[in-house]
């Protein structure tokens, strides 16, 4: 019995890791590093999506819209965690692991507007 249920863990193992799921699990490790609004996520959000990607800067109506201040971006934290985490943003380009981090510290460790 034991073997078998050994046996069917690995086979479900197995068929979600070949499944072509686009939802990646993420993991991360924020316990050492704490993420602030205005020194580590606006940057990278001017950076990746607002001025330079053209997408969620002023005026924009794409997906939760604008992300230029903290409660537009803290309004939108749960879209944000699942586009960064299944890859679908930025659209036009990618995020590094390290700014991946960033932005699921920050909303992981409650999204504070520091």
């Not at 197995?14 to 699990?25: D, G, M, P």
């Not at 890859?87 to 981090?101: D, F, R, V």
């Amino acid at each position: 019995m034991r073997r078998h249920s050994f046996s069917l863990a690995m086979l479900l193992i197995a068929l979600t890791a070949c499944s072509k799921n686009s939802n990646t699990i993420i993991t991360t490790d924020c316990s050492d590093t704490s993420k602030s609004f205005a020194t580590d996520l606006s940057p990278l959000l001017q950076t990746s999506c607002n001025a330079n990607a053209g997408c969620h800067g002023s005026g924009s109506s794409r997906g939760p819209g604008e992300l230029i201040t903290y409660n537009q971006v803290f309004n939108a934290r749960t879209l944000i965690r699942s586009a960064v985490t299944n890859g679908s943003m930025p659209q036009n380009s990618t995020l590094t692991t390290a700014q991946k981090n960033t932005i699921l510290c920050w909303i992981d460790n409650g999204a504070s507007n520091n």
